[in-house]
């Protein structure tokens, strides 16, 4: 029986993968904007900045495709190169302030979406997801950090 549970579980994550990125993909284009540079901009926005090399390794893409999609992201005024301060030698990629603003309209939106899907759910049922998500996810992350 827990096996049934468990391949129950698998499909519905799968469905409601295909459905959130489908209507996240609706959203990104709204703006303009490519889900790996929304990832990017994510990325970039929590650390602060980082080297085409780091994004390159935390995206797992080649670094010659990151520095295409910052080229991108550079002429759409979402992110900038500098020099790093200490080492010359190196470029850092920070977001601006339109990167950090189209970010907050996309999770903004993708916040919607979601509490319309939940909002037949009762608070405790809502809460009841969001612990059980958060420990699935905490399980799966530790394989992953």
């Known amino acids: 029986m827990e096996n049934n549970h468990v391949e129950a579980i698998e499909k519905y994550l799968r469905k409601i993968d295909y459905i959130v990125r489908k209507n996240g993909r609706m959203i990104l284009n709204d703006y303009n904007l490519t889900a790996p540079q929304f990832t990017a901009l994510q990325i970039l926005i929590n650390s602060g900045g980082m080297t085409i090399s780091e994004l390159s390794q935390k995206m797992d893409l080649a670094c010659s495709t990151i520095t295409d999609l910052v ?3 550079e002429k759409s005024e979402l992110v900038k190169r500098t020099r790093d301060e200490k080492d010359k030698r190196v470029v850092r990629v920070t977001t601006l302030k339109k990167g950090g ?4 309209k996309v999770m903004d939106k993708r916040i919607s979406f979601l509490e319309s899907k939940l909002e037949n759910l009762s608070s ?3 809460e009841s997801l969001m612990n059980a998500l958060e420990k699935l996810y905490i399980n799966m992350s530790d394989e992953y950090s």
């Open 71 to 73: 080229d991108r992201m």
């Open 101 to 104: 603003e189209v970010l907050n």
């Open 124 to 126: 405790e049922e809502k």
